[in-house]
């Protein structure tokens, strides 16, 4: 079973940046995406970002204040928050479809989830 790490979440104050980076525990025949979503409290779950191939899509809210991007590897990524905001404050979970082994079907895979908290 891949497993996906995150790291870099926190407390930061209103206009702050914050740096999460997620790993997954083994290389896989094929990523075909991998991104970000978060969930606030009493909220769904909601995408943030995410990255295929070279090409990025991000959520309304976050656009033009977060740069998702490969972290050299094809299994690990990284999301830049700039201009944080108290509606920023959320668990934000990694996630890959990933082809495992060749022959394997596309799965989902999700980390733990980290905790952002935006103060004002």
């Known amino acids: 079973q891949v497993q996906l790490v995150e790291s870099g979440g926190g407390l930061v104050q209103a206009g702050g940046s914050l740096r999460l980076s997620c790993k997954a525990s083994e290389m896989v025949f094929e990523t075909k995406v991998m991104g970000w979503y978060r969930q606030a409290p009493g909220k769904q779950r909601e995408l943030v970002a995410a990255?295929?191939?070279?090409?990025?899509r991000y959520a309304d809210a976050v656009r033009g204040r977060c740069t998702i991007s490969r972290d050299g590897a094809e299994n690990a990524i990284s999301l830049q928050m700039n201009t944080l905001q108290p509606d920023d404050t959320a668990v934000y979970y990694c996630y890959a479809n990933a082809v495992r082994k060749l022959l394997d079907r596309p799965t989902m895979y999700w980390g733990q989830g980290t905790q952002v908290t935006v103060s004002s």
């Open positions: 990255i295929t191939q070279g090409v990025t």
